[in-house]
């Protein structure tokens, strides 16, 4: 799937363009106070109704306790990246091998046609080479199987912790709207039952029958990776404490307006008004 | 941010002069060399060698009752001749290249005649020629002086925060421990040199030439977000020397050797030092002591290499402060220097409205009006030693 960022919130692009406008928005971290929750608070809202549809990223998910500043930016910039590529790469048709559950870029938009915030949930585990490459090669049929049912169980479990763990933004999992998974990685590691149960587990878990599964083939790849895509996604903790957050810090704000004057006037004037100002 | 700087006054002036030599020194380019200092004594031009020759504006020279030799602490003939040099004063201004600046400074003693009566003028003529901010820098005056000068500094407050669009204040007597480190007159260079790191970290934010880019920009229009308060503002500061031999290197090691140790020195982690910084700044010595709860806004800067801030440390500490002073608006912003010996945190608290200090110069002001001349610290201190 073809698309081009930008870095205008105003009310444009999506007037603009016949293409579904997606938002990617940053929200703020507890931490980083009252006045840019309220900041968020107040774009989220024109933000929503103005895209297709948002995916939001929780600043908060993603601090860790050594990082610097620097590295705070760029390891969130790196999962961000990340989370987006293995997404939309999968719907994207180039030399890689053909998919068996092939996915395109109609699925995605279709998945994210439902307005609203989406989060995006991600896990990867390191392809475990004698397995995925010599493992092949054995003739014996029971190996094979239970070959098929380790990496069955092992694409369900990627999708599992993906959806529990590692969300761009945490939320209820049941109010989704839509879901889209897809796994990416080299073909041999794929397992057509672990993906069907993936999307049984989802349908459950989402409480949706709007899922629909993938699987984007890269043959030297060195990980499995699972991408999960919750779209409208209404039950989020973090945009109901940043509402909240705003709410107080807009209180605050016009009660620290309301006295700044008198507060000034009674620090630069004695009790009694006995002193007059030189000019 | 770029700022024009005008002195007005002998500590006015005095405030220039450093601030010049400190930019020189610090590759901070904040006045591309915009300065004025104005004074009603010609004496004073004689002490500076940073401000050029033709920066040096004397005002009343004149006028009957000066005649070049100053106001005699009359804040209110200063004024007065200020009004008159009007047309000299806007000429001067000439020089100033405000249309391509941020701001302009106004660096007075509110105590002086000079600086606490043409200070407030200069202000307001200022407004007229710029659209940009026109900030105070005043100075107040030490419990030594005489009450004639709590009286000016009290009336020159009340215009100073009314003309400017905010006034961060300097008080030289909380910088000074009684008779120990000699007379307070004597220090004033060393105290004008620690409030110039004070004012320019925050004011000069930015403008280092040897800088990287920052995480968190800060940029201008963060500092006169935080300053639109108007009112009274001090500065707050601390800094560490970082070893130099346990520096880059043994950072480097340590990094390369193993993730989770990577900033463990003394036993601290990096965010706590961080954490530390940033509320000894608040804590410690402010520029003009005041209940930092009484705060509108704050703005917090951290300088230093980019391995010495925390995010982590550096967002708990924001949010402290947050909760210290009750504000919402807490601005904050990052300076990596990478191969600095110190880390520094600096933080511009706007419109403080507790603030002891102005109530015991305005409780001396008014006792000097009304001819009762009161006690005043230094004799406070001396009873603290019986």
Redesign the interface.
């Known amino acids: 799937m073809r698309y081009s960022s930008s870095r205008d919130s105003g009310a444009g692009p999506e007037k603009m363009y016949d293409e579904p406008v997606y938002g990617l928005g940053v929200l703020p971290g507890e931490y980083e106070g009252g006045r840019p929750a309220l900041n968020a608070a107040r774009s989220l809202q024109s933000f929503v109704t103005k895209v297709d549809n948002f995916i939001a990223f929780d600043n908060d998910a993603w601090r860790a306790r050594d990082q610097t500043i620097e590295e705070g930016y760029d390891e969130m910039n790196k999962e961000l990246a990340t989370r987006m590529v293995t997404l939309l790469a999968a719907g994207e048709k180039d030399a890689s091998d053909v998919a068996e559950n092939v996915m395109d870029s109609s699925d995605i938009m279709r998945t994210l046609d439902t307005g609203g915030v989406s989060s995006i949930g991600y896990a990867s585990s390191p392809v475990d080479e004698q397995k995925g490459l010599l493992g092949r090669f054995r003739e014996d049929g029971d190996e094979y199987d239970a070959d098929e049912a380790t990496d069955a169980t092992k694409i369900k479990g990627l999708v599992k912790r993906a959806v529990n763990s590692r969300l761009t933004i945490p939320c209820e999992v049941s109010s989704a709207d839509r879901v889209l998974v897809v796994i990416s990685g080299p073909p041999e590691t794929f397992a057509r039952k672990g993906l069907e149960s993936s999307r049984q587990w989802l349908e459950q878990t989402a409480d949706t029958v709007e899922v629909l599964a993938g699987d984007d083939p890269r043959e030297n790849a060195t990980e499995l990776a699972a991408v999960v895509l919750l779209s409208n996604v209404t039950q989020t903790p973090r945009v109901d404490e940043i509402q909240n957050q705003a709410v107080d810090a807009q209180e605050k704000i016009r009660e620290l307006d309301e006295v700044r004057e008198e507060e000034i006037e009674d620090l630069i004037t004695d009790e009694d008004n006995e002193l007059d100002p030189v000019v | 941010m770029k700022f024009a700087l005008v002195g007005v006054g002998g500590a006015g002036g005095r405030l220039v002069e450093q601030f010049r030599h400190t930019e020189k020194e610090t590759g901070r380019s904040f006045s591309k060399g915009s300065l004025l200092a104005f004074d009603t004594q010609k004496a004073a031009f004689e002490q500076y060698s940073e401000i050029p020759l033709d920066r040096h504006v004397l005002l009343g020279d004149l006028h009957s009752g000066i005649r070049g030799e100053g106001v005699g602490g009359d804040?209110?003939l200063a004024?007065d001749v200020a009004r008159q040099d009007d047309d000299e004063i806007y000429r001067e201004f000439d020089k100033l290249d405000v249309h391509n600046l941020d701001a302009v400074v106004v660096a007075a003693g509110l105590g002086g005649g000079t600086g606490?009566?043409a200070g407030?003028?200069i202000v307001?003529r200022l407004k007229t020629i710029t659209e940009n901010p026109v900030y105070g820098l005043g100075v107040l005056p030490d419990r030594s002086e005489p009450d004639q000068q709590a009286?000016?500094a009290?009336?020159?407050?009340?215009?100073f925060?009314?003309?400017s669009d905010g006034v961060v204040l300097f008080d030289n007597d909380s910088w000074h421990n009684g008779d120990k480190q000699g007379p307070l007159a004597d220090r004033y260079g060393e105290l004008n040199r620690l409030h110039a790191t004070r004012f320019l970290s925050v004011f000069a934010l930015g403008e280092l030439d040897s800088a990287e880019i920052a995480?968190?920009t800060l940029d201008s229009s963060d500092i006169f977000r935080t300053l639109t308060?108007?009112?009274?503002a001090s500065i707050g500061y601390a800094s560490t020397e970082l070893d130099v031999n346990s520096g880059f290197f043994s950072r480097l090691l340590s990094k390369l050797r193993n993730g989770?140790k990577?900033?463990e020195t003394e036993g601290r982690?990096?965010?706590m030092r961080t954490n530390d910084l940033i509320k000894r700044a608040a804590t410690r010595q402010l520029t003009l002591p005041c209940s930092i709860a009484?705060a509108?806004r704050a703005l917090i800067v951290?300088s230093g290499p980019?391995?010495?801030?925390?995010?982590?440390g550096?967002?708990?500490g924001?949010?402290w402060l947050?909760e210290e002073t009750?504000?919402?608006?807490?601005?904050a912003g990052?300076e990596?220097r990478p191969n600095a010996s110190s880390v520094s945190a600096t933080i511009l608290f706007s419109?403080v409205?507790e603030?002891p200090r102005?109530d015991e110069l305005?409780?001396r002001?008014?006792a000097a009006?009304?001819g009762t001349p009161q006690s005043h610290g230094q004799d406070q201190r001396h009873s603290r030693q019986p």
């Open positions: 804040v209110d004024a606490g009566g407030p003028v307001d009286l000016n009290a009336r020159s407050l009340q215009s925060v009314r003309i995480e968190n308060t108007g009112g009274v989770e990577k900033y982690t990096v965010a009484s509108d951290l980019p391995e010495e801030c925390s995010r982590k550096f967002e708990s924001r949010h947050e009750g504000a919402v608006e807490v601005f990052d990596p419109n409205t603030v102005i305005q409780r002001a008014v009006k009304s």
